[in-house]
């Protein structure tokens, strides 16, 4: 037992050490080794980012607007195709599953060059378009299938009675098929979102350099040396995410709150 608790320790430390590493060279303006804590403190990297003189904090506005319009597409996208593959029959219905999987199975990489050629011709290269377009592909299979899971739990029998009494689609929809996939949505929106917040490579391939997000204002940082402005600008972008988490659980967790109530 005294063993299994060390071991759990051990690794704790482990994964935590990284990260106060990172907080010590986002503050310090150098840490020559084998100095333990640095001599010198700047807090350079935070101003940078945070101060709204600056383009770093309109980045990381535009990232996370961006990021809210990706998760809502990807949502509208996910929700009738979850319900189509949860509640009909058809044929093809197994490939489609796997299709549908293809982005996470596939690299991301390899989609997005013969995209990035489609967009070209299409006119939406270099802009936001081609970017939304872009982060709403690896997002699909996890709105998907997180979303073809409440389906497959909750069934279709709910939405049936609510017909049978006399409720239109739309009021179904309003009332039981949204209510019901709340906890789904919230999960899924949030995964969605923290994977369009990381893109790097597909952003820069279709933006062209010209449509910069929070995450590619990191890699001139990491390339050029910087410890203190990469380390800043990790630790927000590390806290932005951690946000996301927090208030997804914090949704779901008020959700099945006031869902118990009715079943006491």
């Known amino acids: 037992m005294k063993t299994k608790i060390i071991f759990k320790y051990i690794i704790i430390f482990f994964l935590i050490l990284p990260l106060f590493l990172m907080v010590g060279w986002s503050i310090a303006s150098s840490w020559p080794w084998p100095v333990i804590i640095p001599r010198e403190f700047t807090l350079r990297g935070f101003a940078y980012t945070l101060s709204t003189s600056t383009q770093g904090f309109i980045i990381l506005l535009r990232s996370v607007i961006l990021s809210l319009i990706v998760t809502l597409i990807t949502l509208i996208i996910s929700i009738p195709a979850a319900r189509a593959i949860a509640f009909y029959n058809f044929r093809g219905k197994t ?34 378009i081609g970017v939304i377009l872009i982060h709403v592909i690896p997002g699909i299979p996890y ?50 979102y923290i994977i369009s917040f990381s893109q790097y490579f597909i952003t820069f391939l279709i933006g062209g350099g010209r449509i910069v997000t929070y995450s590619m204002m990191l890699f001139p940082f990491v390339e050029s040396g910087d410890r203190t402005m990469a380390s800043a600008i990790s630790i927000i972008f590390i806290l932005s995410i951690i946000i996301v988490l927090i208030i997804s659980e914090k949704l779901v967790g008020n959700f099945y709150a006031r869902s118990s109530k009715y079943y006491v």
């Open 95 to 128: 490939l489609i599953k796997v299709l549908i999987l293809l982005p996470l199975i596939v690299p991301i990489l390899s989609v997005a060059m013969g995209i990035h050629l489609s967009f070209i011709r299409l006119g939406f290269a270099n802009n936001y």
């Open 143 to 192: 709105g998907v299938k997180i979303l073809l899971n409440i389906f497959e739990i909750n069934g279709d029998k709910i939405e049936i009675q609510g017909r049978v009494l006399g409720a239109t689609p739309l009021q179904v929809m309003r009332h039981i098929t949204i209510p019901l996939l709340t906890p789904g949505l919230i999960i899924a929106g949030s995964i969605i």
